[in-house]
């Protein structure tokens, strides 16, 4: 499997390569050459459990491991002292859709299913390329991804992790996951901006040559725990074949609530693996730019920055989606990303707009308001309660539904702990939380909900702040040189 950058096919790496790298040197995204088709029938999957079907989908991505060296990585990662669930993933039926579940690992976040395993690809990575220089994650995140790789990098030999996250525009939950993280080898700054600011920023640092050279004389080399990072994205692929097995319908919707877009990207390449997927609805909150996009071909990011209760997903920069830009528009994709970064906006070419890819997608979005109305009525019919991500996507689809008829069996990726996100929760359900403190909230959840308050949230109430650096959007790479330099 030969990878190549979105922006310059003569771009090559294979896979260790791109996963140490993170980041084609011209700043383009590495996709695979060709997409494989599962070689295993979806009847002998069905009888994996999550770790062997993992195998079954990531070897045909990752192929320069040994399957010893790939099946470690995931053993590692997948298993009860990473995972509350037993099954690692599962889903729930509830009001005429399944709910996928992805939130039963350490950080109670989807990002969990990727960032467990991505350090011990990386590792692995690094001794298969040879490489002698510890490696330093650069990671912004608008909520769950920092936290995520936090905890996935903690004290591992040979690394070092940065995570930078927009000081007001995260939970209060998600804050305090981050700003409390042990491990000596972990930084978090806040910065004054947005996650799009944040982004910007890392993705300059990424190729600042002047930077790498002197990171490179410390005994220093970057990568990214970012959804940029193809190691990020193909662990991904795995829960919606994984989904499909345990339902196997004739064809199959799925609902991703979205941001960054490589949540919904990793379950088009699922399809593009052979599940027999009908559509992929692209769930957007009131930062709507994909739901825009789908519906003209115009990525225009010039409007308001909104700041949500869906805040991983408050982002008008969807890095991700230039794979997908780069299967439409080839070689013309490098022309577009330069047309957004000086302009702000790209329109695709008129004869990609009708490509089956497109085609698959549709965009729907929900606003704050019907957002909670959709947790309030999901409680009551169902006693079921969803974060405001999930409830994003729950509610885009029922507009989805009266808008199409569809009845196709549905799964709505469900992406993190109601308990994450406890005052947009349970204000949604009943006014008379709002007078009560945040973290007085999670027992009020409890007994509303019958889930027990997570480990996750349990750590963080009495573990003292270790992180509590704040810059200006603009000087990143002035604080990446303090730590390192």
């Given at each position: 499997m030969i990878y190549h950058s979105t922006r310059n096919t003569k771009l090559t790496a294979t896979a260790s390569e791109a996963i140490l790298k993170g980041i084609a040197p011209d700043g383009g995204l590495y996709v695979p050459d060709d997409i494989p088709k599962l070689d295993k029938s979806f009847t002998k999957l069905a009888k994996l459990d999550y770790p062997h079907l993992a195998y079954e989908v990531m070897k045909l991505f990752i192929d320069d491991f040994t399957p010893e060296e790939l099946m470690d990585a995931i053993n590692n990662a997948y298993n009860t002292k990473n995972f509350d669930h037993e099954d690692i993933t599962c889903l729930v039926e509830a009001d005429g859709a399944y709910y996928l579940e992805l939130f039963h690992g350490r950080t109670i976040a989807f990002k969990d299913m990727a960032l467990s395993i991505l350090p011990y690809l990386m590792m692995t990575s690094a001794r298969k390329c040879g490489v002698k220089e510890d490696i330093v994650i650069l990671t912004a995140t608008s909520g769950d991804t920092g936290k995520a790789a936090l905890a996935g990098f903690d004290s591992v030999p040979g690394t070092g992790i940065v995570v930078f996250y927009p000081?007001?525009?995260v939970s209060p939950v998600q804050e305090r996951q981050m700003v409390t993280q042990a491990g000596e080898n972990t930084h978090v700054i806040g910065i004054r901006g947005n996650f799009d600011?944040?982004?910007r920023e890392v993705k300059k640092a990424f190729t600042d040559e002047t930077l790498a050279k002197k990171m490179l004389e410390a005994g220093y080399r970057f990568s990214s725990a970012n959804s940029i990072?193809?190691?990020r994205l193909v662990p991904?692929?795995?829960?919606?074949?994984?989904?499909?097995?345990?339902?196997?319908?004739?064809?199959?919707?799925?609902?991703?609530p979205t941001g960054n877009f490589g949540n919904i990207l990793a379950a088009y390449y699922a399809y593009r693996m052979g599940v027999p997927i009908h559509k992929l609805i692209c769930a957007s909150n009131d930062n709507k730019v994909l739901y825009d996009f789908f519906k003209t071909g115009v990525?225009?990011?010039?409007?308001?920055?909104?700041?949500?209760?869906s805040p991983s997903m408050d982002i008008l920069i969807s890095s991700n989606l230039e794979r997908l830009i780069a299967e439409l528009a080839g070689e013309e994709?490098?022309?577009l990303m330069k047309q957004l970064s000086d302009k702000g906006r790209y329109e695709l070419p008129a004869n990609s707009r009708s490509s089956e890819a497109l085609q698959l997608f549709e965009g729907e979005f929900a606003s704050e308001a019907e957002m909670s109305?959709?947790?309030k009525e999901l409680y009551e019919k169902e006693g079921y309660i969803l974060d405001p991500h999930t409830a994003v996507a729950s509610a885009a689809y029922e507009k989805y539904k009266k808008e199409t008829g569809d009845d196709t069996c549905t799964v709505i990726a469900s992406t993190a702990s109601p308990y994450k996100f406890t005052r947009a929760v349970l204000t949604s359900i009943d006014a008379k939380y709002s007078s009560m403190e945040d973290f007085a909230l999670f027992d009020e959840l409890n007994?509303?909900?019958?889930v027990p308050v997570p480990k996750a949230i349990k750590d963080i109430i009495s573990a003292p702040v270790k992180h509590n650096t704040v810059c200006d959007k603009d000087k990143l790479i002035e604080e990446i040189e303090k730590i390192y330099l």
């Open positions: 000081k007001d525009g600011d944040a982004q990072n193809i190691g991904q692929i795995a829960y919606y074949v994984y989904a499909y097995t345990r339902l196997c319908p004739k064809e199959i919707n799925f609902v991703v990525y225009d990011r010039n409007r308001e920055f909104i700041l949500t209760s994709t490098a022309g109305a959709r947790i007994k509303l909900s019958q």
